[in-house]
Structure formats: C-alpha cells, structure tokens
C-alpha cells in the first residue's frame, strides 16, 4: 500500500491556472472512479474540495476541478487566488473499504 | 454546524496504550461511517481505519492491524480508537472524518510516542 505520487510542489501567479497530478495503479485510481481532493491551510484541518473524481461539495468555488486518465487524476485550479496556497492531497479508494493518500502538494502562489 | 472534536491524545512512551475520542454533533452520527486518519508532523495524511454506520465492518491499514481498534457509540455520538503497543513511528496527529467522502474532519488530537 504504497501512496500515491503528486508532485512535492507546484507554483503560479494569481490568474493562472495550475493542475496537480496524482499516480496511483490499476488496483486504485484506475479502477475506481473515487478520487477525493483535499485543502489543507498550515495548522488546519483538511478540506474535502472533490470527491468522485470531479464533483464539487456545497461550497467549494467553481475554479476547482478534478478529473481522471487511467491511473492518474488531476485537480485544477484555475483564476488562482492568494486564498489557494495551501496543501493539497488526494485520495483514492483502494478496494475492500481502504484508502490510500497522496503524498501531498505544497501550492505556492507567487 | 457539523462538529467533530478529537480528545484523548498525549504523551505515551513506546508499547503503552492510549484511547482517542471523538465527539460528533449537527448530524446524524449513526448514518455516516467514520473513520480515523493521521499526519506525522511535517508529513502527508495517512487513512488509518473506518467503521461502518452499525459498527458492523472495520477496516485497517496494514501498519496497525492487530494493534488498534476502531469502535462506535452511536447513542452516544462518539467514534474511538484503542491504540495499544505504541511505536514511535505512531506519533501524529490524530483526525477523525465522516462520511465515506471524508467530508468533515475535526481539529486533531495530538499522540507522541516516546521515551
């Protein structure tokens, strides 16, 4: 159960967008359609952004986006803000009721 | 308002034991599963286990099976997690989430395990 691959960090200036990865296998992200995003602020607790690969909770700004390609789903974000540096982490449901996490996404808003 | 407030963490020295506690309000506990997920400090979240809305299903990653156990007091709006034979590599902070989505977390309760 190893997890699943993001890139340690990604970066860009308010306006743009910017698409996070997330590798997992055939056993994980490419056989389920339940890849969840989550927001964390420094010191705060996670925030579900996506859940089902691209859908969006009561709440969460359209700017975000989630979808999938065989083994890899992906979060955008686009019109970056301030607001958005944060960490980022997906999660992906790994059969028989486990979940496996990403390794984690630092955003940087330059 | 959902809320979800961890308790019960600590400083436990290696192979003690310590139960964490969760306390749900502002929805109705019983039909959501819930579950436990840690953070090492500086690291990523790690999924460690979840229970069923009837407490029936438990399931564990493969680092704690045998060692922690999950439970539920659904009159009681209340998830718990018996840890018992503490490792160092257990220190983390603790988060309890509901829904199969992990849609509300709580705040975390702190767990360091060490000499």
């Known amino acids: 159960q190893s997890a699943l691959t993001q890139p340690a960090s990604v970066s860009g200036s308010p306006g743009q967008s910017i698409t996070i990865s997330c590798t997992g296998t055939?056993?994980?992200?490419?056989?389920?359609?339940?890849v969840s995003w989550y927001q964390q602020h420094p010191g705060k607790a996670p925030k579900l952004m996506i859940y089902e690969g691209s859908k969006r909770p009561s709440g969460v700004s359209n700017r975000f986006s989630g979808s999938k390609s065989g083994n890899t789903a992906s979060l955008t974000i686009s019109g970056l803000q301030a607001e958005d540096e944060a960490d980022y982490y997906c999660?992906?449901?790994?059969?028989?009721?486990?979940?496996?996490f990403g390794t984690g996404t630092k955003v940087t808003v330059l | 308002e959902v809320q979800l407030v961890e308790s019960g963490g600590g400083l436990v020295q290696p192979g003690g034991s310590l139960r964490l506690s969760c306390a749900a309000s502002?929805?109705?506990?019983?039909?959501?599963?819930m579950s436990w997920v840690r953070q090492a400090p500086g690291k990523g979240l790690e999924w460690v286990a979840n229970i069923k809305q009837d407490g029936s299903e438990k399931y564990y990653v493969d680092s704690v099976k045998g060692r922690f156990t999950i439970s539920r007091d659904n009159a009681k709006n209340s998830l718990y997690l018996q840890m018992n034979s503490l490792r160092a590599e257990d220190t983390a902070v603790y988060y309890c989430?509901?829904?199969?989505?992990?849609?509300?977390w709580g705040q975390g309760t702190l767990v360091t395990v060490s000499s």
């Open positions: 502002g929805f109705t506990f019983s039909s959501y599963w």
């Open positions: 055939s056993s994980d992200v490419g056989s389920y359609n339940l």
């Open positions: 989430a509901a829904g199969s989505r992990l849609s509300y």
């Open positions: 999660c992906s449901y790994a059969g028989s009721s486990t979940f496996l």
